[in-house]
């Protein structure tokens, strides 16, 4: 099984998640504190609270230099499969999004040494592009074009 989490500094509407997944046609199954998520014919991923206290120092310093605060919240999903490739993976990333529809900003941790920055619009955001130039200024403009702002 494959974990990976979706974290913030902001509280995390779960139940406005799950309308946003809804929306995108999702089917939502809870069970004993997840919810697994899945369409039709595709691999299924359980969703559930983070556990920030199961995180490496390493994602969880990656997590804050992106947010600009330490994230105190977030979403595990867990499923069969590879991180960046099948079904699974493409729900994982629908999830990321309906996330970020509902906080100001949020990250993916693949739990294998990459942080994703997420925008509801656009998916998930590589470190190649929001690294490009080096230095503060050039992190706010990014998050200000990003943002809409």
């Known amino acids: 099984m494959t974990v990976v989490s979706v974290l913030t500094a902001a509280r995390i509407g779960h139940r406005k998640v799950e309308r946003q997944l809804g929306r995108a046609g999702y089917a939502l199954v ?4 997840a919810v697994r ?6 691999d299924a991923v359980e969703m559930s609270p983070a556990r920030l206290d199961e995180l490496t120092p390493v994602s969880m310093d990656a997590a804050r230099q992106m947010l600009g605060l330490q994230p105190w919240t977030g979403v595990r999903c867990q499923f069969d499969g590879a991180v960046g490739a099948g079904d699974a993976w493409g729900t994982v990333v629908d999830i990321a ?11 993916l941790d693949d739990h ?3 942080t994703y920055l997420i925008s509801a619009k656009r998916g998930l955001i590589p470190p190649d592009e929001y690294n490009q130039k080096q230095g503060a200024s050039a992190s706010a403009d990014f998050l200000r074009r990003l943002l809409g702002n």
């Open 37 to 42: 998520v899945s369409r039709s014919g595709a």
């Open 112 to 114: 294998a040494g990459t």
């Open 30 to 33: 809870g069970d004993e504190g």
């Open 97 to 107: 999004r309906a996330v970020a529809a509902v906080v100001p900003l949020a990250v």
